[in-house]
């Protein structure tokens, strides 16, 4: 069984889910991909690991990286895991590119080149929003594009993280709109 909860954070509402001990999704209300693991039945309830997980986000939306992750399963293809295990790696107040995510998978898996658009699909498919941090992933050229929760709230969040922002721009079109 699946559990869901939710949490009002200074971005909007965020709807978590989780099997009895770890976190299997989190998502801004509304966002693309809104629920893309949730089962058909889902209940509602109180659980250690919402509860450890709201701490985690209180900690963050108050401005500080916190020194713990809530457990979690990601419930995904192996090759969307391997890119939200890199995005783990990404330090809060940093970010990385497309292009050096798909450098190492290409490492990983001792093949010559990974294509930046298939590391793109895994991180805009991301399911544990804000914990696996895909809004830290941004284009080579300093794009900030592709995030799921929408690009105003990319950018807040990178704010917020104090990411140095004078060279990351809003594109005019494309997929951060």
Same mark, same amino acid.
């Given at each position: 069984?699946?559990? $869901?909860?939710?949490?009002? =954070?200074?971005?909007? &509402?965020?709807?978590?889910?989780?099997?009895?001990?770890?976190?299997?999704?989190?998502? @801004? *209300?509304?966002? +693309?991909?809104? &629920?893309?693991?949730?089962?058909?039945?889902? /209940? !509602?309830?109180?659980?250690?690991? @919402?509860? /450890?997980?709201?701490?985690?986000?209180?900690?963050?939306? %108050?401005? #500080?990286?916190?020194?713990?992750?809530?457990?979690?399963?990601?419930?995904?293809?192996? @090759?969307? !895991?391997?890119?939200? /295990?890199?995005?783990?790696?990404?330090?809060?107040? #940093?970010?990385?590119?497309? &292009?050096?995510?798909?450098?190492?998978?290409?490492?990983?898996?001792?093949?010559?080149?990974? %294509?930046?658009?298939?590391? &793109?699909?895994?991180?805009?498919?991301?399911?544990? =929003?804000?914990?696996?941090?895909?809004?830290?992933?941004?284009?080579?050229?300093?794009?900030?594009?592709?995030?799921?929760?929408?690009? *105003?709230? +990319?950018?807040?969040?990178?704010?917020?993280?104090?990411? *140095?922002?004078?060279? @990351?721009?809003?594109? +005019?079109?494309? $997929?951060?709109?």
């Amino acid at each position: 069984m699946i559990y $869901t909860s939710h949490y009002d =954070s200074p971005l909007g &509402g965020i709807t978590l889910a989780a099997d009895r001990f770890r976190l299997t999704g989190l998502w @801004f *209300d509304g966002q +693309k991909y809104f &629920g893309d693991t949730l089962p058909e039945n889902f /209940e !509602k309830k109180n659980l250690p690991v @919402f509860e /450890e997980t709201f701490r985690w986000l209180d900690i963050y939306f %108050s401005g #500080k990286a916190p020194d713990f992750t809530p457990p979690l399963f990601m419930e995904t293809t192996p @090759f969307r !895991k391997s890119v939200w /295990e890199i995005m783990l790696q990404i330090p809060y107040g #940093k970010t990385m590119t497309y &292009g050096e995510i798909a450098e190492k998978i290409a490492v990983q898996k001792g093949i010559a080149r990974m %294509s930046a658009q298939a590391v &793109g699909g895994a991180v805009g498919h991301n399911s544990i =929003s804000l914990i696996i941090p895909c809004h830290r992933v941004v284009g080579t050229n300093g794009n900030l594009t592709g995030y799921a929760g929408g690009i *105003d709230r +990319k950018f807040r969040l990178l704010a917020m993280e104090k990411v *140095d922002m004078t060279n @990351f721009f809003v594109p +005019k079109k494309g $997929t951060a709109l």
